[in-house]
């Protein structure tokens, strides 16, 4: 999975690939910054002969309660010299917080019923604190009917988890409606057991960004 970046006239492509996460990673407390730090894809995804190698290095903002900036590995192709950024499925390419950032902020807002000056999530740089504006902007990003109809077109896997004993109840009459709607579905099908997974993802209160954000279409 990567998002094409249109290179400058004469200059080799640049995509972004994102790092795939194990079962494990995905659902435990790992820290997933040092999970992806040594990840480097060897097959060039844009030619059928490529090989990358090792490119440099470079740091991204991805602040959380647990980040501020974070490494980043890069490579390029020898044989097409495409280059190549990997990313973190928890960092989204040009955002300055984690998804996991994002996830406690839709916890704070939908589920402890904060407002959103005080659903803003919890981060190492104190002088990061996001503000209500950003709150908003990542919440209408969500807010898509896209999201609402790829959710309902998702099977649980056969396997399932033990339902969950603590009801919790999402809030209503937000100006996000879809958001709304899709929280509400997640709360009823995780309730019931299910698991739901997407690309490598499995959906969770922890992965709910991430998860909500694989379902959109990449845009060019």
Known sequence: MGKVIRPRQNLPTQLILFIPLSEEQDNSETDWVIVGAEYILRQCPACPNGIIIGHGRRRKQA???????????????????????????????YGHYSLIAHSQALWGYFVDNCSLDMAA?????????????????????LDSPTIWRQLNRLQPDAKSAPPVSVPIVIRNRTPFCFL?????????????????RHVTLILSWRTLASFLHVLLPLRS
């Open 121 to 141: 999530p919890v981060v190492k740089d104190p002088d990061r604190v996001p503000a209500q504006s950003t709150l908003r902007r990542w919440f209408r990003s």
């Open 180 to 196: 709304q709607k899709i929280l509400e579905a997640i709360r009823r099908r995780l309730a019931a057991g299910e698991i739901l």
């Open 63 to 93: 602040h959380d309660q647990n980040h501020d900036w974070i490494p980043l590995r890069r490579g390029i192709c020898k044989l097409c010299g495409t280059t190549f950024t990997f990313l973190p499925l928890f960092s989204p390419p």
